[in-house]
T-cell receptor
């Protein structure tokens, strides 16, 4: 059972364009929604995160939009650059006694072309 | 990755042999996790730890065991490796119960 569904699987964007990656979750107990960026041969790195008390969070060119009623959240990369080419994972977790166990989406391979 | 080291980085092993992967942290973080990454599946939780000697199963724990005898070390053991366990394994640490993870650089394991 996949609790976090991510789309698209791959994405090609022209330099300067907007990259949009979408995720949907099922568990209403989730209350923390991070995005991770992974370059080949490296571990995922935290990019940006949001909690459900806000509908949007922006950090530089990266923005998370969150829709609690639809149980969806998305990552927008403005002015996409070739250096943004990487795999992006959305994730979600809820507080439990055993720590915030993140459930990840299946990933989106982003390629930004010149 | 600063503060978290995985070893080995690469390993090839034969079916049926035991394998132990090590995760070492210098951040004194309470929470540690083992994930495997496979194409089309993203990252899936194998086991996690919320303190010394406190561990629990994740969604894909069959065939794996873990141990945490010290805060800084979290070991993942494949008791009898199978080809389906060929994967990239990532360790992650978390300081708090509600924060982000820091991942290690991964171990690429091939079972032949």
């Amino acid at each position: 059972q996949q609790q976090v569904k991510q789309s698209p699987q791959s994405l090609i964007v022209q330099k300067g364009g907007i990259s949009i990656i979408n995720c949907a979750y099922e568990n209403t107990a989730f209350d923390y929604f991070p995005w991770y960026q992974q370059f080949p041969g490296k571990g995922p790195a935290l990019l940006i995160a949001i909690r459900p008390d806000v509908s949007e969070k922006k950090e530089g060119r990266f923005t998370i939009s969150f829709n609690k009623s639809a149980k969806q959240f998305s990552l927008h990369i403005m002015d996409s650059q070739p250096g943004d080419s990487a795999t992006y994972f959305c994730a979600a977790s809820g507080l439990t006694g055993g720590g915030n166990k993140l459930t990840f989406g299946t990933g989106t391979q982003l390629k930004v072309e010149l | 990755d600063a503060g978290i080291t995985q070893s080995p980085r690469h390993k090839v092993t034969e079916t049926g042999t035991p394998v132990t992967l090590r995760c070492h942290q210098t951040e004194n973080h309470r929470y540690m996790y083992w994930y495997r990454q496979d194409p089309g599946h993203g990252l899936r939780l194998i086991h996690y730890s919320y303190g010394v000697k406190d561990t629990d199963k994740g969604e894909v724990s069959d065939g794996y065991s873990v141990s945490r005898s010290k805060t800084e070390d979290f070991l993942l053991t494949l008791e009898s490796a199978t080809s389906s366990q060929t994967s990239v394994y990532f360790c992650a640490i978390s300081e708090s119960v509600s924060g982000g993870y820091t991942f290690g650089s991964g171990t690429r394991l091939t079972v032949v």
